[in-house]
């Protein structure tokens, strides 16, 4: 009768330190920098894959053709005055290869770990290079630019890649001059899948805010198929002609 | 003595499990209602010769262009249009819900609601297998599904023959779909991988996302009901030779799509195309 409260308090006293002692643990523990932690691989070469809106994706479609994309009335009157003859002037080249809409341009991406806190994706179309920063800006002042300034964190639990990307020059969300302001904030997640044949698919899902010329959030999702090596990687430069 | 190591060891167990419980996955919430965005791919289906964004192989091809718009008049080919896949690709909605089993509240089944002329679509979870090849197959198909981390993984087997698109591009009923099922905040987006070796020379990969409604969208149906529309059983049903398709040049005249484009043809799916075109 002496014993059984002993291993009754024994077992309780078992179960709070077991509790208890992997989380003091793992609170003692820095975690692992993002690129150790990551539960997707995303490095690699990978190819777009148009099956979707290709009409919009691989020609240029003719202008005040925005269907699909909730523009209010302001972004509609700036799509309709689309000139494309200003698009070829200097500085204005790039403005379909911005980070709201690089996912969507047939191309191919490669991506890479610059840095355990850092992945970099290069786009070949309009040699575009996205940044997306695991640790948090040094500066608070951002430069504006075409792939703007981008936050990482990855999502442990959907094993996902969520990324933020703000400070963007206005561009365009498709080639026919449909606008997206410098005031937009694109969120974006990336999820990968096995495919048949031991391939890899990369599924990019992009939320795309902008107060000034969008009625709502423009979500659209792209994919791509994961490429043996870099044989068909090949950088083109911005340009005015698609 | 040995009554104190097993109550020892039966603590140890019970432990291991409380401690492990704090970093066991919830699996994500995928039921309620799940607006459609209109965002992508609203056309593919107005033209009747827009095959682009399908790699189609030969067979397929030429399939799809003896198909003729009449057909919908017949009563056994009033369906076709909608498949299994079609809750991907249409304009649709999804109201999702689950059933479960009454003891432990287990999910048996998820449904994905039929929408007009979409058949429901039910998700079995509860580890049947799939039936025999040579049982019936239905529009909607057989699906059992399963849970890769918060990712539901769908397999679709048992489809009947049919379209890949409203437009003719035909679906054979060897057909088979892998749906995934990713929830980030209130997006879902679907992945739909649909392999067809009679049709298709290789798989056709859709995405789609959805956005969680605040309001209920209610599932409509009765999916497809057929009926007379004056073409009578056995007559001759309507096509068209497939080198005399009327329609084959409408994509090129109205959008400047080349015809291989507008005739599917795989390589055209990919960012070397867009460089052909411009040389």
Known sequence: MTRRPTAIILVIALLIAAAIVPRVIR?????????????????????????????????????????????????????????????????NQCKPYGAAAIMRVPGRLHITWQDDNTLRVDADAGTQTRLFRFAPAVSTVATRSWQGEST?????????????????????????????????????????????????????????????????????????????????WSPIPCSARW | ?????????????????????????????????????????????????????????????????????????????????????????????????????????????????????????????????????????????FTTGMWEGNTLVASTTHMQAGFIRKTGPPSSDETTMTTRFYRHDDVLTVLAVIEDAVYLAEPQILTRSFQLSATELSPTGPPCITTFEGTVIGASTPHYNPDKNPFVDEMTKKYGVPREAALGYPETLYPEYRLKMRR
């Not at chain 2, 091809?61 to 057909?71: G, N, P, V």
């Open chain 2, 1 to 141: 003595m040995l009554r104190a190591l097993v109550t020892l060891g039966a603590a140890l167990v019970i432990a291991l499990l409380f401690a492990a419980s704090g970093t066991l996955r919830a699996e994500s919430e995928l039921t309620g209602s799940w607006a459609a965005l209109g965002s992508e791919d609203l056309a593919g289906d107005t033209i009747p010769v827009d095959y682009t964004g399908l790699p189609l192989n030969e067979e397929g091809r030429t399939r799809a262009l003896t198909y003729s718009e009449s057909q919908l008049g017949m009563i056994e080919r009033q369906c076709q249009g909608w498949p299994a896949f079609y809750f991907v690709q249409g304009p649709f909605g999804l109201k999702i819900w689950s059933d479960t089993e009454p003891v432990k509240g287990k999910v048996v089944s998820y449904t994905i609601g039929a929408w007009e002329d979409r058949a429901p679509m039910v998700i079995w979870m509860d580890g049947r297998p799939h039936p025999s090849k040579f049982a019936e197959h239905t529009r909607a198909g």
């Open chain 1, 152 to 232: 990482a964190r990855w999502d442990q639990p959907n094993r996902a890649l969520t990324v933020t990307t703000k400070s963007l020059l206005p561009g365009y969300l498709r080639r026919n001059g449909v606008p997206y302001s410098e005031n937009t904030k694109v969120t974006e997640y990336f999820d990968v899948a096995p495919t048949p044949g031991n391939g890899q698919l990369l599924v990019v899902t992009a939320v795309v805010d902008d107060p000034t010329y969008l009625a709502r959030r423009f979500i659209v999702s792209s994919h791509f198929k994961k490429e043996r090596d870099g044989s068909k």
């Open chain 1, 27 to 91: 609170a003692q523990t820095p975690p692992p920098a993002p690129r150790a932690a990551a539960p997707i691989d995303l490095t690699g070469y990978w190819v777009a894959y148009v099956t979707e809106d290709w009409r919009f994706r691989m020609l240029v479609p003719p202008r005040g053709d925005y269907r699909g994309v909730p523009l209010n009335a302001q972004g509609r009157r700036v799509a309709d005055a689309w000139d494309p003859m200003a698009d070829a002037t200097p500085g």
